[in-house]
């Protein structure tokens, strides 16, 4: 089994201004690694994902998260944030051996402001 | 295109009352999911059927049935409404010969049970 920790609830940012979200993660096993967003009153869409390969991965909206083994941490980062920016952004783990079943963490509320 | 959609978007029960949520995808996907999100909880995975014709328990089962009925259509009932189902119920879908490469949302049901 694995888990997902996401330990800020909430981060507030100004525009334009570099973040950092945090994401750690328990697995006996490898793992593929994800970040969602979720905008107001909507599903979530998918940010960007580790399957394989480079650790440093590039998704959409100049976000990008680099998987770290040794410190089982899939942090996502961006250089300068929108005020569009601002949603709640879900890590997700699932183990490379099982069907499709991913585990979500508690969830990051991402507020940009002026 | 429409991807996932979910009916109905609000619900309002009371103790006791029995429902079904209903879902379907059109995009020909082999996987489909149902999940709950709640404050400080992440999204939790009730149901999920890897393919037409099965069904397999998530992390969040108790209270809930789902059907299958086809392969564009999977939905969730609940038999006997509780105030701990009051929820935000996801609905996802994945394609083939995919590894949790990407899940498609649905736009969510707000569900509260009086």
């Known amino acids: 089994a694995q888990s997902v920790t996401q330990l800020d609830s909430q981060v507030p940012v100004f525009e334009e201004a570099p973040v950092e979200l945090r994401c750690n993660y328990s697995?006996?096993?490898?793992?593929?690694l994800f970040w969602y967003v979720q905008y107001p009153n909507q599903g979530l869409q998918l940010l960007l994902k580790?399957?394989?390969?480079?650790?440093l991965v590039k998704g959409i909206n100049g976000f990008e998260a680099e998987f770290n083994k040794s410190q089982t941490s899939f942090h996502l980062r961006k250089p300068s944030v929108h005020i569009s920016d601002t949603a709640e952004y879900f890590c997700?783990?699932?183990?490379?051996?099982?069907?499709?079943?991913?585990?979500f963490g508690t969830g990051t509320r991402l507020q940009v402001t002026l | 295109n429409a991807g996932v959609t979910q009916t109905p978007k609000f619900q309002v029960l009371k103790t006791g009352q029995s429902m079904t949520l209903q879902c379907a995808q059109d995009?020909?996907?082999?996987?489909m999911y149902w999940y709950r999100q709640d404050p400080g909880m992440g999204l939790r995975l009730i149901y999920y059927?890897?393919?037409?014709?099965?069904?397999d328990k998530g992390e969040v089962p108790n209270g809930y049935n789902v059907s299958r009925l086809n392969k564009r259509e999977f939905s969730l009932r609940l038999e006997s409404a509780a105030p701990s189902q009051t929820s935000v119920y996801f609905c996802?879908?994945?394609?083939?010969?995919?590894?949790?490469?990407?899940?498609?949302f649905g736009s969510g049901t707000q569900l509260s049970v009086l």
């Open positions: 697995s006996s096993v490898s793992v593929y």
């Open positions: 580790y399957l394989s390969g480079s650790t």
């Open positions: 996802a879908s994945m394609g083939p010969g995919t590894r949790n490469e990407k899940l498609f």
């Open positions: 995009m020909n996907h082999n996987s």
């Open positions: 997700a783990v699932s183990s490379t051996g099982t069907a499709s079943k991913l585990t």
């Open positions: 059927s890897a393919s037409e014709g099965t069904t």
